[in-house]
């Protein structure tokens, strides 16, 4: 069973940046699929960015341009840059992993985007 451990939330003003990192307790080398997702108050989870195998990171329009996924195999971890953040931007946000037999999600790391 992979565990995920998010970490890199917090608050920032309208246009900041932060990256959120999402550490696996197992290689990620040959995880099939990750990504992120949030779910702010009120709403529904919902997609951010994700991988499949090797193909390029897909991005939810909201995000698109100002999001970006990247991994590190060595320090099987993955990461969210979020630059140029809204306050439609705040929610807790979740990494997800794949490993061909199950869907595992971090706990969550709340965001948010506030003067």
């Known amino acids: 069973q992979v565990q995920l451990v998010e970490s890199g939330g917090g608050l920032v003003q309208p246009g900041g940046s932060l990256r959120l990192s999402c550490a696996a307790s197992e290689s990620i080398s040959s995880i099939r699929a990750m990504g992120w997702a949030r779910q702010a108050p009120g709403k529904q989870r919902e997609f951010v960015t994700g991988?499949?195998?090797?193909?390029?990171?897909n991005y939810a329009e909201s995000v698109k341009g100002r999001f970006t996924f990247s991994r590190d195999n060595a320090k099987n971890t993955i990461y969210l840059q979020m630059n140029s953040l809204k306050p439609e931007d705040t929610a807790v946000y979740y990494c997800n992993m794949h490993d061909g037999r199950a869907l595992y999600w971090g706990q969550g790391t709340q965001v948010t985007v506030s003067s």
């Open positions: 991988v499949i195998m090797d193909t390029q990171a």
